[in-house]
């Protein structure tokens, strides 16, 4: 057991929990983590939970952790599209916007106050599009070389599935720098900072009172670290012992547990 966490798990009012890997794989909860989940709910600490996949709304996400029994009335959802919508609304109320997302993702946006378009974009937005056609990679393709501002909602290049990992953001970042030359202006979602301060805002908290728990050293441990947070490695997905002893200086995080539901003993 990892006895660092007694130093800080005292100061811990939020816990910012990655999903897949951290507390279920595919649509299977994790050993006992509702048992664990029903503890630090029972401490006195909000479950919040923490996505880059900007494919789903939080709302569809609530319903996914319902039928698996992991969500109660009290947590929440933060996801990268939420960060994304936050910041148009801080640095580019009221500009034309173009969406490269799903259609319930788009409903979402505009239900935040983002003005979308299809054409004359001066900021373009590009999400995990599960329903990507060659129509929308055109129309974004265009607006990037007028020279729109250009979002990521995250960077990872693929979503872990069962048998095959699918493209993800990053992938089509890979794309658009092929066909127009361009990079993100902004990346929002972990492991960058503009998803961890609207999250800490979101929460009302100071940094330092969240734990990020993750399975992903270079996005989940990264983002906590960049953002002032407590972080806590579990070693239930992406990441063995092995792997987690050679971990780069950026990745390493303040204490690594089998899972999440070893930290049970601890709060
Ligand atoms: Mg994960």
Known sequence: MDERIKDWIGQIKIFLLDMDGTIYIGDKPIGAMRDTLAAIRASGRKVVYCTNNSSRTAEEYVQKLKKIGLYEEADAIYTSSMATIGYLNRHYKDRRV????????????????????????????????????????E???????????????????????????????GSFIQLFRRSCGREPDVICGKPFRVMGEAVAAYCGVSPE???????????????????GFHTLLVLSGETDEKKAKTLPETDIPDAILPSLNDIVGML
């Open 98 to 137: 173009y969406a490269c997302a799903t259609k319930e993702v788009c409903a979402q946006f505009a239900a935040g106050g983002v003005h979308l378009t299809e054409k004359d974009a001066q900021v373009c937005v590009l999400a995990y599009d599960t329903e990507l056609t060659y129509a929308k990679i």
């Open 209 to 227: 009172q969240i734990v990020m728990v993750g399975d992903r050293p270079h996005t989940d441990i990264r983002f906590g670290r960049n953002n």
């Open 139 to 169: 129309k974004m393709n265009y607006f990037l070389a007028k020279g729109a501002v250009y979002i990521a909602t995250h960077p990872d290049d693929v979503c872990p599935a069962p048998e095959v990992y699918k493209p993800d953001v």
